[in-house]
Nanobody, 124 residues
Framework: EVRLVESGGGLVQAGGSLRLSCAVSEYTVLDLAIGWFRQAPGKEREGLSCIVPGDNRTKYADSVKGRFTISSDNAKNTVYLQMNSLKPEDAAVYYC?????????????????WGQGTEVIVSS
């Protein structure tokens, strides 16, 4: 079973930056698709981005394209989400998830294994 542990959340002022980490264990990221999601109170979980480290394939939701960057450090088996120009509406609990490498294309995001989440608070 894939284990995912997120970290890097916290309080940041609007316009600031944060980098979230998703540490993966039990499987190599090279054999997985890893995605980032967020869920704000009262809202549905939203897929933000995903990456297939094995072939560097990435995908972004329109809401974060140009502000967020997904990357992986394969030696550390960790996937990152660099978030810049943060807005108050970016405040949410952020989750990473893992799945087959098939699930990072078209409308598909990796959704089979989930981490526990890390909270991002953006002050205005």
């Amino acid at each position: 079973e894939v284990r995912l542990v997120e970290s890097g959340g916290g309080l940041v002022q609007a316009g600031g930056s944060l980098r979230l980490s998703c540490a993966v264990s039990e499987y190599t990221v090279l054999d997985l698709a890893i995605g980032w999601f967020r869920q704000a109170p009262g809202k549905e979980r939203e897929g933000l981005s995903c990456i297939v480290p094995g072939d560097n394939r990435t995908k972004y939701a329109d809401s974060v394209k140009g502000r967020f960057t997904i990357s992986s450090d394969n030696a550390k088996n960790t996937v990152y989400l660099q978030m810049n120009s943060l807005k108050p509406e970016d405040a949410a609990v952020y989750y990473c998830a893992a799945d087959s490498t098939l699930y990072c294309s078209g409308s598909y995001y990796p959704v089979y294994y989930w981490g526990q989440g890390t909270e991002v608070i953006v002050s205005s």
